[in-house]
């Protein structure tokens, strides 16, 4: 497969991913978050389907193009280690849905972030709230989802997450 081939399915995933999340989601009070603008293309697509809803975004700087650049009361900028605990202290626990995008370009690396950060996601997410996630993530409140038609397997995660 080219890479052109592999970027064009990579974006069809997480738009049917995102798209079904906030069908999950409804019209249900909470947040949303996202973790890694990048240049906002699916900060742009979130916020277009949820345009009311509270939404948050976590990255290491701003790199975004500028119309998809969040206010900044909506911003936590640094490493996620560090934002994620400062965002739940003012959050709470009202998080329905979490967007991961935070691959690096090496898998190690981006497994090895992904499981460094997803208790500290887990401390944002409401009951019944949805994760889509660019890395498999493996906690006791994250029950795998189907995923969408359309959607190779391993190429984005679904998480329902139960109870706390």
């Given at each position: 497969?080219?890479?052109?081939?592999?970027?064009?399915?990579?974006?069809?995933?997480?738009?049917?991913?995102?798209?079904?999340?906030?069908?999950?989601?409804?019209?249900?009070?909470?947040?949303?978050?996202?973790?890694?603008?990048?240049?906002?293309?699916?900060?742009?697509?979130?916020?277009?389907?949820?345009?009311?809803?509270?939404?948050?975004v976590f990255d290491r700087q701003v790199a975004?193009?500028?119309?998809?650049?969040?206010?900044?009361?909506?911003?936590?900028?640094?490493?996620?280690?560090?934002?994620?605990?400062?965002?739940?202290?003012?959050?709470?626990?009202?998080?329905?849905?979490?967007?991961?995008?935070?691959?690096?370009?090496?898998?190690?690396?981006?497994?090895?972030?992904?499981?460094?950060?997803?208790?500290?996601?887990?401390?944002?997410?409401?009951?019944?709230?949805?994760?889509?996630s660019d890395q498999p993530v493996d906690l006791?409140?994250?029950?795998?989802?189907?995923?969408?038609?359309?959607?190779?397997?391993?190429?984005?995660?679904?998480?329902?997450?139960?109870?706390?």
């Open positions: 497969m080219s890479r052109l081939d592999s970027a064009i399915r990579r974006l069809q995933a997480q738009k049917l991913s995102l798209d079904w999340a906030v069908a999950a989601i409804g019209d249900r009070s909470g947040n949303a978050i996202e973790l890694g603008l990048g240049n906002g293309r699916t900060f742009d697509h979130l916020r277009s389907l949820m345009p009311e809803r509270p939404f948050y975004a193009h500028p119309d998809c650049i969040p206010a900044e009361d909506r911003l936590f900028l640094g490493d996620f280690r560090e934002t994620l605990p400062a965002a739940a202290e003012r959050l709470g626990r009202e998080t329905l849905l979490a967007h991961l995008d935070i691959g690096t370009g090496e898998k190690q690396a981006s497994m090895a972030l992904a499981a460094a950060i997803a208790p500290l996601v887990d401390a944002l997410l409401a009951d019944g709230a949805v994760v889509v006791p409140r994250w029950k795998a989802a189907a995923l969408p038609d359309g959607i190779g397997p391993g190429r984005i995660h679904l998480y329902e997450i139960g109870r706390a």
